[in-house]
């Protein structure tokens, strides 16, 4: 039964790091656009980007 | 609607932000500076990486993105020196207006915090009720000993965290309604929950063999995830009428003493003080015009659709849109004297008078959490009867009692079913305010309708096209393509449906009251009344007319009709059919209401009726026990639209109109108030059949639970199954109205729909 002592904290861990990723996605702004989401990705990405600086 | 001059889909030079958007930049906490813009306009997913590119080629800002739902675009620079005016210039020559907003003034930050706290908690019980259930299993499949009394610590040390956490909105609603001596749902919820956590806890420390941590958590999930649908269906419709709110601060141009002239907010206007009013903008006082002579467009406060001559002495009224020419007014009242204030002080009475509706959902919860209380109770007092006072087990089973009947599937009843009720209208272009909106909508059996603006798209359509020659509608587009007159929209309109392009006439000037004149190929040319130019008076038919003068000679009359929505007859005509009443309640002249009532076959109509009487007849309707939807767009509707028991306006309408109506919907077509009710009656009927399946449910598991049958994991399998039922049962209304796609599908919010509510609204 010690293979407890690894397995529990370990499904722990695993729920907790969705839990986070969720939460950071959250406060992200990952879902404060769901509609836009789901057209996006349907959207062709074939402008060049620009440099993040705004001065290219 | 279009304009004659080509300058793309939505463009209407008066329509676009010119002020200064310095007072809407905010800076945000890592110094860069942001600008939150909304595009009404934003329909179509294509127009996203054409913004978005649009926008990256603006030099000196450095990121733009849309949000698709909210339509809104947030750009953001670092250089204090960057002039975001670039923004609404790319944003226009794309075709699309733009106003700047405030997010945390329109109060959807607010709704933002709130939902993204209640996704939160959605998350955290989701995470906590899956680990949990895991625990729980290995227990339930034999774990013993130890091994149990470990699982059960590591139950509650995600548990108790969890129900401290995400019970909180729970728990505040539930205080709320105890403090004010009420029972909610929310009641029983709590108890529910608290109790299954401390008994568990209790029974974790003494080495007990069941604990109920999976069910309280798992409770709060499923609780949860039906307060969170209900709290997005009505942040939904909130951002989207909010959007539609007009943003320009209501302001005048004022003529001080000494000529010289300032501009000042509309609620620091003075009587006495002379306003200069521009042709095109809206008035922002009451008055009287002390020079210069236009007509005033004032379908929005009287229903009235012709526009009238105000020429000295004529008295105006806040609201009224000033349209061919500039005037002076004298103020004689502002702010709270206006006819304005006098029509929200009405509206705050009807509102009053409105009888409290009371909510399926709440209606059930009366009954509902004190029975559950009762069950309980009996429970304990019967198993202490019969076990001859054996306090543990007798609370454990009155505990599970208080679980198993906890209105999981309940709390998931309405929202499920409103959220994708809300979801399919807002796809057939309705925004509905909340859920009572809904429930309110399914009862109707009486529809009043404004004429104005309602019925019609307030606008008027040129009605003999056919009888006049290409060269003189050439002719009379050359000369209306400068006017703001509405008559002359509707023959640049005309020109441009029968694509002949506007003819060059020069020198054109425009009369109020009269017309325009002008001069083409060299010889002089007019379009306006027949008094001007020279024609017999009226043959008496009603309908507003120009006449187009070629050399003296009248070469044709043009005769306008405010336009019919294309689909007002066959929608009137189903209301009908399916057994409802329906009137016309207009303040318009009595010939133009009768030519509409006559074309759309309604019996019931009345003309020149004010909005105090608008006010008293829906209040008669009501007080007769008729349950009346009432909808309407103007200013001289609002108290009715907030007196009916449920109310819509057209997107189109003035804000006091949106913000009195439960319901809002978009586009050219009248389809939508057809489509709602269709949608509020479905909806109805599946929240119904869900409630029965959640108390079938309880019908069936209570008397296992009192008999102390209810271990966790029947709790657990019981509470799972009939919350999925629930939901599925609720997703069978996207089905429903997919399946259905004629009667369901209506022209989506368009281009010219907004560009017209940004005339009204300019």
Same mark, same amino acid.
């Given at each position: ?56 | ?551 003296? &000679?009248?070469?044709? @009359?043009? %005769?306008?009709?405010?336009? +019919?929505?294309?689909? #007002?007859? =066959? $929608? ?104 709602? &009710?269709?949608?509020? @009656?479905? %909806?109805?009927?599946?929240? +119904?059949?869900?409630? #029965?399946? =959640? $108390? ?67």
């Amino acid at each position: 039964m010690t293979i407890l002592l690894v397995l529990i904290p370990a499904a722990l861990a695993l729920g907790a790091i969705g839990l986070a990723a969720f939460l950071w996605s959250l406060r992200n702004g990952q879902f404060d656009d769901l509609d836009g989401a789901a057209h996006r990705i349907l959207v062709d990405e074939d402008r060049p980007k620009r440099s993040t600086d705004g001065r290219d | 609607m279009m304009t004659c001059c080509p300058v793309g889909p939505a463009l209407d030079a008066a329509s676009q932000f010119a002020g200064d958007l310095a007072p809407w930049v905010i800076t945000r906490p890592d110094g860069s500076l942001e600008l939150d813009l909304i595009i009404p306009g934003l329909s179509a997913p294509e127009s996203i990486p054409l913004i978005e590119g649009a926008l990256e080629q603006v030099p000196g800002l450095a990121a733009a993105r849309v949000n698709f739902t909210g339509k809104r675009v947030i750009a953001t620079w670092t250089d204090p020196a960057f002039n975001p005016a670039g923004i609404v210039e790319a944003l226009n020559e794309l075709g699309f207006m733009t106003r700047p907003f405030d997010p945390s003034h329109s109060g959807l930050d607010a709704d933002d915090a709130q939902s993204r706290l209640l996704l939160r908690a959605v998350a955290v019980s989701g995470f906590a009720a899956a680990n949990i259930m895991l625990l729980s299993v290995s227990v339930w499949s034999g774990a013993e000993g130890s091994t149990r009394d470990l699982f059960h610590w590591i139950s509650a040390g995600i548990a108790l965290p969890t129900v401290a956490y995400a019970g909180r909105p729970f728990f505040r609603s539930a205080v709320r309604a105890l403090s004010s001596g009420q029972f909610n749902m929310d009641v029983p919820i709590s108890l529910a929950v608290c109790l299954a956590a401390l008994m568990s806890l209790y029974e974790t420390f003494n080495h007990g063999e069941v604990a109920y941590f999976d069910a309280s958590v798992t409770l709060l999930f499923f609780l949860l995830t039906g307060r969170y649908l209900d709290h997005l269906m009505r942040a939904r419709a909130r951002s989207a009428v909010s959007q539609l709110l007009s943003l320009s601060a209501s302001s005048a141009m004022v003529e001080e003493a000494d000529g010289s002239t300032r501009i000042m907010a509309a609620t620091a206007l003075q009587p006495e003080m002379k306003m200069l009013v521009a042709a095109g903008e809206r008035l922002a006082a009451d008055g009287v015009v002390a020079a210069g002579s236009s007509e005033i467009d004032r379908s929005l406060l009287t229903g009235e659709s012709n526009p009238e001559v105000a020429a000295k002495g004529a008295i105006v009224h806040a609201g009224m849109l000033n349209l061919t020419g500039p005037i002076t007014v004298t103020v004689t009242a502002a702010g709270k004297d206006t006819f304005l204030a006098e029509i929200i002080r009405l509206m705050a009475s009807a509102e009053q008078s409105r009888s409290r509706f009371v909510r399926v959902a709440d209606r059930l919860a009366r009954i509902y959490s004190p029975a559950v209380h009762i069950l309980a109770a009996t429970t304990l007092a019967g198993w202490l009867f019969w076990t001859g006072g054996d306090w543990h087990s007798s609370l454990m089973t009155a505990i599970a009692v208080l679980i198993i009947t906890c209105p999981c599937a309940l709390g998931l009843a309405v929202p499920a079913v409103q959220a994708v009720a809300s979801g399919v209208l807002f796809r057939n272009g309705v925004m509905i305010k909340d859920g009572a909106a809904l429930e309110k909508l399914s009862g109707v059996d009486t529809v009043i309708f404004d004429k104005t603006g309602t019925l019609t798209l307030g606008r008027p359509r040129l009605v003999n096209g056919a009888s006049i020659t290409a060269a003189s509608l050439a002719i009379a587009a050359g000369l209306a393509r400068s006017s703001r007159h509405p008559l002359s929209r509707a023959v640049c309109e005309a020109a441009k449906a029968r694509g002949i392009a506007p003819a060059i006439v020069e020198d054109i000037q425009e009369i109020p009251g009269r017309g325009l004149s002008g001069l083409f190929q060299g010889g002089p040319v007019r379009l306006g009344s027949r008094k001007w130019c020279g024609i017999d008076e009226n043959d008496g038919q009603g309908l507003p007319e120009f006449v187009l003068m070629r050399n003296s &000679r009248a070469a044709s @009359i043009f %005769t306008f009709e405010d336009e +019919l929505r294309g689909d #007002a007859a =066959a $929608v009137i005509a189903k209301l009908e059919d399916d057994g409802l009443r329906v009137e016309i309640l207009s303040g318009d002249r009595e010939a133009a209401v009768r030519r509409a009532a006559v074309a759309l076959g309604i019996e019931r109509w009345q003309a020149g009726v004010t909005p105090q009487q608008k006010l008293a007849y829906v209040e008669q309707l009501k007080e007769a026990g008729r349950k009346v939807l009432m909808v309407g767009d103007g200013l001289n509707d609002a108290p009715a639209l907030a007196a009916g028991l449920t109310s819509m306006a057209p997107s189109s309408a003035t804000d006091i109109g949106r913000t009195a109506a439960d319901s809002i919907f978009m586009g050219e077509s009248l389809l939508p108030v057809l489509v709602a &009710r269709e949608v509020a @009656i479905a %909806t109805q009927r599946l929240s +119904l059949q869900n409630f #029965a399946l =959640a $108390v079938g449910y309880n019908v069936f598991a209570v008397p296992i639970a009192m008999l102390g049958f209810a271990s966790p994991l029947v709790a657990a399998v019981a509470m799972s199954t009939s919350s999925i039922i629930v939901i599925a049962n609720s997703l069978r209304l996207g089905l429903i109205f997919r399946q259905r796609p004629a009667s369901a599908k209506v022209q989506q919010p368009d281009v010219p729909d907004l560009a017209h509510l940004e005339r009204r609204a300019a």
